[in-house]
């Protein structure tokens, strides 16, 4: 955090270990922290990891330099009327596109910034949804090159020694899938985004915000400073030809490739394997290295044959999405290495020996894991290089205090932990690259959306808690969480409403101007009148909305129905 800089933080880290592991020798650190970092490229799974993030990075360059997302928008414009139209378009479009959180970002928030701006969405909320969607998505996929990333750390820890498949009765892959049911914070976070943006409650600095878009029409703040764009690794998008076709075709053939690929390397080809038990002992690694090649393949082939790009530019066009992705790389490098690290110098050891001599209970380990996650998350700026120092501390903790029955919690409440963190600090690159494409303050953004990070947060911390006493059934702690998620959304909203005497339920432009008389911008706000009017009008059920709250329905059904498979 001192730095503000995640590089130089995460090597610092790595450094720190050899020189411990070098009894003090700098020179000799330096050397080892080198020698490591090869090591950890070196690894096969790691090096085909490394391969598919930057096709992936490929892909979506095809996706935004084709055009496609000047096709959506115009496909969609007639049909997004109001900011809440927007906002909840913003957040289905984020469930799409689930297989990278910088494409999603990029792509998500080049097609719908200019539609949430003329239909007066604050910045900040567009860079909420944006930020609060992609992350969670990823996480719990179903393919993306975070689950990659996940299912490596925990591979590591096999890997290492310190857990074996026979001992926790599942393979990397398949306990991450049971994982997912217990990683309630991006469950709940991502949820929050739907219900605020379809309810229209907002509480906070946020609702500020959109009061401030709604009545004034100023989508920004006075004095506020947007991120500049750094699409200029990829260039402007082409406006030869755009067609939707360069927009869903490459995203179909990642899915299709993926799930097929996935099939196949589990033995799902021999009669004798079944659907679930091929997806279980799949090689993840190669099935998403296929499917990110599919996707760049086909986003090249589509650009060419629809004639937004001419073959040079479409070669370029490949180095260009590397670019995208190198930062990404070297975040993910170096959290492997901060890994290797820890392990080297004995830190789960050491931490289990203090936490089993502590006597503290067991069973609480998934709140202890969760706050540890979310802070290491908020000081560095990376939810990655968390995943990578937490898990090999927390699995081996959990299995000697516990068992192998609490890992599927932990690794839930180590991920969101994580996430949470990332969504509070304003060092996260996920955070920055939300505020780039949705033209916000980064500031602005990351304190706008600090609220809804803490009371999705909050919610885990009570669930764990129920956990701990006992209540150990996915089937129960989902739909409370829910439940609890859904009333701390309306009493925070209408406490701050009531506090700053402004309307629950955000009135559209159109009935704001309505009721300029007797609530206009320079009138007193003690006016009820558009209130009741806002209330009154307010449409809760549109296309719009009922789209996106099928379309989340049948995700996460699917998403909860392959992890409880795998258990």
Aim: glycine letters at 8%.
């Amino acid at each position: 955090m001192a730095t503000r800089q995640v590089l130089i933080s995460l090597y610092a880290g790595i450094w720190s270990g050899a020189l411990i592991a070098t009894s003090g020798n700098p020179l000799a650190a330096t050397a080892l922290s080198l020698d490591w970092i090869v090591e950890t490229v070196r690894d096969p799974f790691n090096a085909t990891f490394l391969v598919l993030i930057l096709l992936m990075g490929a892909g979506a360059a095809f996706i935004y330099k084709s055009g496609s997302i000047l096709a959506l928008e115009q496909w969609v414009g007639d049909r997004v009327e109001t900011a809440r139209d927007a906002q909840v378009l913003t957040w289905l479009i984020g469930i799409f596109i689930f297989f990278d959180s910088y494409t999603s970002t990029i792509i998500t928030g080049n097609a719908t910034k200019e539609l949430a701006n003329s239909r007066y969405s604050s910045r900040e909320m567009h860079a909420y949804v944006l930020d609060s969607t992609t992350s969670p998505v990823t996480t719990f996929g179903p393919i993306s090159n975070w689950i990659g990333f996940q299912v490596s750390v925990i591979a590591q820890v096999i890997t290492a020694g310190t857990l074996t498949v026979a001992a926790i009765g599942a393979s990397p892959y398949e306990l991450f899938l049971q994982s997912i049911p217990w990683n309630i914070y991006c469950l709940m976070a991502f949820l929050m985004v739907g219900l605020i943006a379809i309810t229209q409650r907002f509480y906070g600095p946020m609702l500020d915000a959109e009061w401030r878009a709604r009545s004034e029409r100023k989508t920004m703040r006075e004095g506020a400073s947007p991120l500049s764009d750094v699409s200029s690794d990829v260039g402007e998008p082409s406006e030869t030809n755009p067609t939707l076709v360069n927009f869903f075709a490459p995203i179909v053939a990642l899915v299709v490739a993926g799930l097929v690929s996935m099939w196949w390397l589990g033995g799902g080809a021999s009669p004798s394997v079944g659907i679930a038990e091929a997806f279980q002992e799949t090689d993840i690694a190669r099935a998403l290295l296929f499917s990110a090649f599919a996707f760049a393949v086909v986003g090249f082939l589509g650009t060419v044959a629809t004639g937004a790009l001419d073959l040079d530019t479409a070669s370029d066009t490949i180095v260009d999405g590397f670019k995208t992705m190198m930062i990404a790389v070297a975040i993910i490098v170096l959290a492997w290495t901060i890994g290797l690290a820890a392990g080297q110098v004995g830190t789960a050891q050491y931490i289990i020996n203090v936490v089993t001599g502590s006597g503290l209970p067991g069973e609480t380990l998934p709140i202890l894991i969760f706050a540890i996650s979310a802070f290491i998350a908020f000081t560095t700026g990376t939810s990655w290089g968390t995943m990578s120092i937490v898990t090999p501390l927390a699995l081996p903790l959990g299995y000697e205090t516990v068992g192998a029955e609490i890992l599927p919690v932990l690794l839930g409440a180590l991920l969101g932990g994580a996430i949470m963190g990332d969504h509070c600090s304003p060092i996260s690159d996920t955070t920055v690259m939300s505020s780039i494409f949705s033209g916000s303050d980064h500031i602005d953004h990351v304190n706008t959306q600090i609220p809804f990070a803490l009371t999705a947060g909050g919610v885990a911390v009570v669930m764990y808690t129920l956990y701990a006493l006992g209540i150990t059934s996915p089937a129960v702690i989902l739909p409370t969480a829910l439940v609890v998620t859904a009333g701390a959304v309306f009493v925070l909203n209408t406490i701050d409403a009531r506090r700053k005497n402004l309307p629950a339920v955000m009135p559209t432009v159109a009935e704001i101007e309505r009721g300029e008389t007797d609530f206009g911008p320079d009138s007193e706000r003690s006016s009820t009148g558009l209130l009741e009017r806002a209330s009154a009008n307010f449409e809760l059920v549109n296309t719009v909305s009922v789209v996106a709250v099928v379309v989340t329905v049948v995700y996460l059904g699917s998403v909860l129905a392959l992890a409880t498979f795998s258990g």
